[in-house]
């Protein structure tokens, strides 16, 4: 089973940007469906945008839409969140999650494999 760590997190000033990346331990990478999703606190876990490795499709959460960019570099077993135009309301811990599979999976409930969280701040 695929294993992932995420990196990047921190705090930023509003308006500002941050690139969180998750690396995956698995070689066959490319057959995953990948998501970011957020949980901020007294909140649930939150979708935040999904990429299909082997074609590139993407999807995205309306909040985010026009602010976020989910990319992925499967020579490095890489996904990345650019996060730009950052609110305080982005603030949460930011969770990277797989599934082997080719389409596109908004709900928590669809992915078997987690990260171990990474934490988003944004100040006003």
């Known amino acids: 089973q695929v294993q992932l760590v995420e990196s990047g997190g921190g705090l930023v000033q509003a308006g500002g940007s941050l690139r969180l990346s998750c690396i995956a331990s698995r070689r066959t990478f490319s057959n995953y469906a990948m998501g970011w999703f957020r949980q901020a606190p007294g909140k649930e876990r939150e979708f935040v945008a999904a990429i299909i490795l082997s074609g590139g499709s993407t999807d995205y959460a309306d909040s985010v839409k026009g602010r976020f960019t989910i990319s992925r570099d499967n020579a490095k077993n890489t996904v990345y969140l650019q996060m730009n135009s950052l609110k305080p309301e982005d603030t949460a811990v930011y969770y990277c999650?797989?599934?082997?599979?080719?389409?596109?999976?908004?709900?928590?409930?669809?992915?078997?494999?987690w990260g171990q969280g990474t934490q988003v701040t944004v100040s006003s």
């Open positions: 999650a797989a599934r082997q599979g080719w389409v596109i999976l908004r709900s928590r409930y669809e992915y078997d494999t």
